[in-house]
């Protein structure tokens, strides 16, 4: 009996676009180095008048220009290039969103080291980068505080929508810690909504340098406190009302996770809360697509850590003493989890 439904016709067109798939980043990382899509967003429409504006060859921008309207993030029509609405969105550095910034953490050598042989970190099933295969967990590494710098502008969105979910407005005197604050966008937002909050940010001493300048151009340096040092290590104190567990977890196995738990929980005063912000994907690991893929991530930059369920991540609370675990679901790639004391 022949079947209703084609053939799929197999052609090497997506094998090739896969092995030619760094070219996508580096014309990315490219043109928000050249500050291309401002140009173009100026009304620099030619690519001579792009070239001028970008100091740049006509040549050259015309062919990146080409390559990323292919890519769909510019238009062209009758010669004139455009910008595609999440390019104006997010890559025009005039744009209140413009978050260009953060090719400067995840294009960096740091990232990019442990894709060079993915095949022996497969093999062996932890990172090669660093002398001792700490990957990016080496003490006071320079890569957290790129971190800290670039990727503060795709923060900002998340952590107002964190301050929501809290209710930072309603005004009632907390004490948050702040682990892994990097550039300490999260606790500052509670402190911008939450005049009666008082912030104690842990990271690296040179991570901290650029949280405490964020602190104070939003105004809450008063109520900003630093914690410099290993956050397995610190001593973080005790009475928080709120613990912000941002992006940190993913670095380590599940035993060191719930190790630290139980600190965060010791850590928490009597019906406190963990706020945990992570790449959660599906139990079948394999959707939604960027938490899915950002364990291929985890895998070629730390010795052991992983992108893990809202199930593996219930376990380990529940674990670590907590009582509940809640997940919420965020308009950004990344997932919230509240887990009470």
Not at 3 to 16: G, K, L, M, V, Y
Not at 123 to 146: D, H, M, S, Y
Not at 160 to 182: C, F, N, Q, T
Request: with cysteine.
């Amino acid at each position: 009996m022949s079947s209703s439904q084609p053939t799929p016709h197999a052609t090497p067109e997506r094998i090739f676009e896969l092995i030619n798939a760094h070219t996508n980043s580096s014309a990315l990382k490219a043109a928000v180095e050249l500050d291309i899509f401002t140009a173009i967003g100026e009304g620099n429409k030619e690519p001579t008048s792009i070239a001028r504006r970008c100091n740049a060859s006509e040549r050259g921008v015309r062919i990146l220009c080409d390559f990323l309207t292919v890519s769909g993030l510019l238009t062209k029509q009758n010669g004139a290039y455009g910008l595609a609405p999440d390019a104006a969105m997010f890559l025009d550095r005039r744009s209140p969103a413009a978050m260009g910034s953060i090719v400067g953490f995840l294009l960096a050598p740091a990232i990019l080291d442990g894709f060079k042989d993915l095949a022996t970190i497969v093999r062996k099933g932890t990172t090669q980068i660093g002398p001792k295969g700490e990957g990016t967990l080496q003490a006071e590494n320079p890569a957290w505080v790129e971190f800290a710098l670039s990727m503060a502008p795709m923060m900002a969105f998340p952590a107002e929508l964190i301050a929501g979910i809290v209710k930072a407005s309603e005004g009632k005197k907390w004490k948050v810690l702040d682990i892994a604050a990097g550039h300490g966008l999260y606790g500052i937002a509670l402190a911008r909504h939450n005049p009666n909050a008082e912030i104690f940010a842990a990271d690296w001493s040179n991570v901290l340098e650029v949280a405490k300048e964020n602190a104070a151009k939003a105004g809450v340096a008063s109520r900003y406190r630093t914690l410099p040092g290993d956050a397995f290590q610190v001593e973080f104190g005790t009475g928080y009302d709120i613990v912000l567990l941002t992006n940190f977890l993913h670095h380590f196995d599940v035993p060191t996770c719930e190790k630290f738990l139980k600190k965060v929980h010791a850590a928490l005063a009597p019906g406190g809360r963990a706020v945990t912000l992570e790449f959660i994907p599906n139990e079948d690991r394999i959707s939604p697509p960027v938490a899915a893929k950002f364990s291929m991530i985890v895998l070629a930059t730390t010795p052991s850590g992983d992108a893990y369920t809202f199930a593996q991540y219930q376990k380990m609370f529940a674990n670590a003493g907590f009582t509940s675990t809640k997940f919420h679901e965020l308009p950004v790639p990344q997932q919230l989890l509240i887990s009470e004391k």
